[in-house]
């Protein structure tokens, strides 16, 4: 016997052109598409000039990615992650993202991410910085409206 199919209402969906490129840090534009913070969960879709590199993080819960163009990697392990590759980073795993500098145009990554990311120092040890769900969804909707991008309709269950 086969489950009875979702009510429309129990479905979160927006068009293709509902979600805007943020411009965030220099070579980095991103969409939240969803974070629901009772349970510490966020998607976003990242998108990366070549050679752009994020700082050095630690996840506090799993972490999903799939690359849909592009390519990628971990400065840390000698793995490329291109267009169709998925990845997945158990909790407590470090890294320092950067995109590969000699791709023809922009990398982009959707992830699923459960906890917060531990932004760290030099030292690779102090915490200098936490981005969450929350964090992260009011930094997009704060860009949003200084971009003049409009609220977008980020899915919040």
């Not at 849909?68 to 400065?75: E, I, K, P, R, S």
């Not at 950067?98 to 030292?123: K, M, P, S, Y």
């Not at 009011?138 to 899915?155: F, H, I, S």
Request: glycine content about 10%; charged content about 15%.
């Amino acid at each position: 016997m086969s489950a009875a199919p979702a009510l429309a209402s129990d479905i979160g969906f927006a068009p293709p052109d509902a979600f805007p490129w943020a411009t965030g840090a220099e070579g980095l534009e991103f969409k939240v598409l969803r974070v629901v913070e009772e349970q510490g969960i966020w998607v976003l879709v990242n998108r990366f000039a070549p050679g752009v590199q994020i700082e050095t993080h630690r996840h506090t819960g799993d972490v999903h990615g799939y690359t849909l163009q592009g390519c990628w990697h971990y400065t840390e392990y000698q793995v490329d992650y291109p267009a169709g590759s998925y990845i997945y980073e158990p909790a407590n795993s470090v890294h320092t993202l950067r995109v590969n500098a000699d791709n023809d145009g922009l990398t982009e990554v959707l992830f699923v991410i459960q906890g917060a990311n531990l932004v760290l120092g030099e030292d690779g040890q102090s915490v200098v910085r936490v981005d969450d769900g929350p964090t992260t969804l009011a930094g997009y909707l704060a860009l949003c409206e200084q971009q003049g991008l409009g609220r977008p309709p980020v899915l919040l269950r």
